[in-house]
Each structure stands twice: as structure tokens, then as C-alpha cells.
């Protein structure tokens, strides 16, 4: 009874009916706002704003290792986009790592929150990364790699001030010229 054509049709009919059936994850949407962008900084400007009026319970225990923030923008422009999206990814490893350091040594608890959303935007940094189709790069198991420029920070203020320095440039940069937004 049908054609070749009808079945086709059916067929991919059934297809996407199976692809949007409620309860399958769909493909991520690409988010090239960069308000999504500002919404992080923002936050992490508040977490740095309660770091500096917290007297007590408060400080790192030793120096973390941290990205280096300052960009020059000639070097940057000549890394391809793989090259950036790791220098990217790796910073957000380093930022993750050191920021859980500082959770587990922080016992203002107005701090604490603060800190615990900076913990979950760089995850939510991730899942914009992804959604971007930038690969996820994990560092070796003994950090980043070599070619990653780092410095060391010994106090809490200074860490936060590093993590909205890099969310400002690097990963601002990354963002703004993903392929996949223009």
C-alpha cells in the first residue's frame, strides 16, 4: 500500500517522534549569550565583594596554584581553537581545584555560599563549553600540562580576584568566538 517515498517519510516521522519523546536527553542548544557570561562574573564579583568584608574563618590553609589571567592577545590570537579551548579548560581545572581548597578551609558561613556557587557556575561554565561543541580537555593526572602559565596565590582575596580576572578575559575570549555562534 505505501510507496517508497511514504515509507521514507514514515520512517523519519518515527524517528523524530522517538528523538523528542519526553524523558530523552536532548542535544544541548548552543549558548552564545554572552549575558549567560556576565551572570558569572557577576557572581563571582559577589563572592570576592563577601571575601573582603569576612574578618574571621576565612583564608587558605597554604598557597593554591592558579591560571594566569593576563592575556596577550597576538600569542592568543595565533593558538588555534583547540589551543584555546584547553588553555580555557585547564584554568577552569586549576580554579576548580584551588576554590574547593578554599571550601575546605572556610568556616564563615556566609562565605560558604558564596564559594558554593562559584563551585557550581564553573560546572554550569562546562556545560556552556560543551553546548558550544568545545571539547572538554582534562589536565594529566599531575595537573595542567607545561605549556600552562600558573601562578600561586596564598590568600582568598587574591584567589577570587584571579577567578574574575580569568571568567573577564580568557574565557570571555573563548566564548565570544565560538564558531558555533557565528
Known amino acids: 500500500m505505501f510507496h517508497n517515498s511514504s515509507r521514507g517519510l514514515f520512517t523519519l ?9 519526553p524523558g530523552l536527553p536532548s542535544p544541548l542548544r548552543p549558548i552564545c549569550d554572552l549575558r549567560v557570561l556576565k551572570h558569572f562574573i557577576e557572581e563571582a564579583r559577589d563572592a570576592q565583594a563577601a571575601m573582603l568584608t569576612c574578618k574571621e574563618g576565612c583564608g587558605l590553609p597554604e598557597p593554591v596554584t592558579v591560571p594566569q589571567t593576563k592575556v596577550d592577545f597576538s600569542i592568543w590570537e595565533r593558538k588555534n581553537a583547540l ?6 579548560q585547564s584554568g577552569l581545572w586549576l580554579l576548580n581545584q584551588a576554590i574547593g ?4 578551609s572556610v568556616t564563615n558561613t ?4 558564596h564559594i558554593d556557587n562559584s563551585l557550581i557556575n564553573i560546572f554550569r561554565i562546562g556545560k556552556v563549553l560543551r553546548s558550544l561543541n568545545i571539547q572538554e580537555c582534562n589536565p594529566p593526572a599531575g595537573g595542567v600540562s607545561g605549556g600552562e602559565e600558573t601562578w600561586r596565590v596564598s590568600s582568598a582575596s587574591e ?4 577567578h574574575v580576572n580569568f571568567l573577564r578575559g580568557k574565557l570571555q575570549l573563548l566564548l565570544s568566538n565560538a564558531p558555533i555562534c557565528h
Open 13 to 21: 516521522l518515527l524517528m523524530l517522534l522517538e528523538w523528542t519523546r
Open 83 to 88: 589551543e584555546q579551548a584547553q588553555e580555557v
Open 110 to 113: 556566609a562565605l560558604q555560599s
Open 159 to 162: 584567589l577570587l580576584q584571579v
Open 101 to 104: 581548597s578554599l571550601r575546605a
